[in-house]
């Protein structure tokens, strides 16, 4: 496999097969992302533009991908930065903390024609929207995308103690949350 992703990385820098390349790549992990950058940003159209906002990043930066992790993760660290940026820019815009944002976008998602989940659903998202922001990505990667720790260490360059920690608390809040 990692064989197969350095031919693939080869395309994508290759001038005469970067467009190829990329058009593969965007078709093979749009999905994903999108539903990564959707947990975080929790609007469809704001994960809309984040995805946008990813795929011309990897573009341009390609060439500095050191490959010391795989492509997957290192799209994913993008993916969750742009997100991480995103949310601070509306909220700063709009005069508000993270987790204001969050909170605010989370009691709108009953109004968003796209949130196809059921009340459960919507509880959920709604007492995720208020852990604290790194438990909150670190639920989302866990819980939601099934992803091991160790990648998700190499994602958010954090120690794999400090994110059992992260989910652990995340998780007892949840549940505090459901049991009141």
């Known amino acids: 496999m990692q064989n197969e992703q350095s031919i693939f990385i080869k395309a994508l820098r290759d001038p005469l097969t970067k467009e190829e390349a990329f058009k593969k790549l965007v078709s093979e992990y749009k999905e994903r992302l999108y539903w990564h950058i959707r947990k975080l940003v929790l609007d469809h159209d ?25 492509l997957y993760t290192w799209m994913y660290r993008i993916a969750t930065n742009e997100s991480l940026n995103f949310i601070n820019s509306k909220a700063s815009k709009m005069g508000l903390q993270n987790q204001e944002w969050i909170e605010a976008k989370a009691n709108g998602l009953m109004a968003d024609s796209y949130f196809d989940g059921d009340q459960a659903a919507l509880k959920l998202q709604k007492m995720v929207a208020q852990l604290p922001e790194k438990q909150r990505i670190v639920f989302n990667m866990k819980y939601f995308d099934n992803m091991n720790y160790e990648t998700i260490s190499e994602i958010l360059d954090t120690s794999v103690g400090a994110l059992k920690a992260s989910y652990h608390h995340a998780v007892k809040k949840i549940k505090n949350e459901l049991n009141d």
Do not use: C, G, P, Y
């Open 46 to 70: 704001d994960a809309h533009d984040v995805v946008q906002n990813t795929f011309i990043k990897i573009h341009l930066n390609i060439d500095k991908f050191r490959e010391n992790s795989s």
